[in-house]
């Protein structure tokens, strides 16, 4: 029995359900799916190639699919979506990070800007660009040039 001051502690299994992530079934996949103008992919072999970057030691966990946002409300979608169910997002833009920052972790959803990569202005006086955020430094720089 725990006193006043005491919180009583969660068994093991307590602990590990109140922080394990849901797993959303087929159902609640197509409702993401719905509201997305990108794609969502659940092909393990596509979800697989999508879920790390390119660090060569860092742990890749098992994704269990790949959002292809192609706007603002794709990501707004994909993200109210999981905070609704606890599941987590790894986001990645070009997969060019050598540290593993976009590796999947297990039960995630990789949401995958790398198509929304339109450059809005550039003003080449100031070497200032506006761009969106799946727009790689080299695309960019290119524009440019
Ligand atoms: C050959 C080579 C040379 C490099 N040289 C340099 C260098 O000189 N200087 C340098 O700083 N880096 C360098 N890098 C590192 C790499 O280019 C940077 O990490 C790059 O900024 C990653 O961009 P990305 O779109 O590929 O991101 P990813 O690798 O896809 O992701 C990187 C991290 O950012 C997160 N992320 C990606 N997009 C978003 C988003 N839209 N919103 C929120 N989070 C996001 C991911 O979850 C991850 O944690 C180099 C990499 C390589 C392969």
Redesign the pocket.
């Known amino acids: 029995m725990s006193t006043p001051h005491q919180r009583e502690q969660p068994t093991p299994d307590e602990a590990s359900a109140a922080t394990a992530p849901a797993v959303p079934n087929a159902a609640d996949l197509d409702v993401l799916a719905a509201q997305l103008s990108g794609t969502l992919v659940t092909d393990p072999d596509v979800v697989d190639a999508a879920s790390r ?2 660090s060569p030691v860092e742990e890749v966990g098992a994704a269990i699919a790949l959002v292809r946002a192609t706007c603002r409300d794709d990501v707004v979608a994909t993200l109210r979506w999981a905070n609704e169910r606890g599941v987590p997002v ?10 593993g ?2 590796n999947a972790i297990d039960g995630c959803v990789v949401l995958d ?2 198509r929304m990569n339109a450059i809005k202005t550039i003003n080449p006086s100031r070497a200032h660009r506006r761009r969106r ?2 727009c ?2 080299r695309r960019s720089v290119g524009r440019s040039a």
Do not use: C, E, H
């Open positions: 970057d390119r790894i986001t990645r833009g070009a997969g060019t990070g050598l540290s920052g976009a800007v790398s955020t799946g790689s430094q």
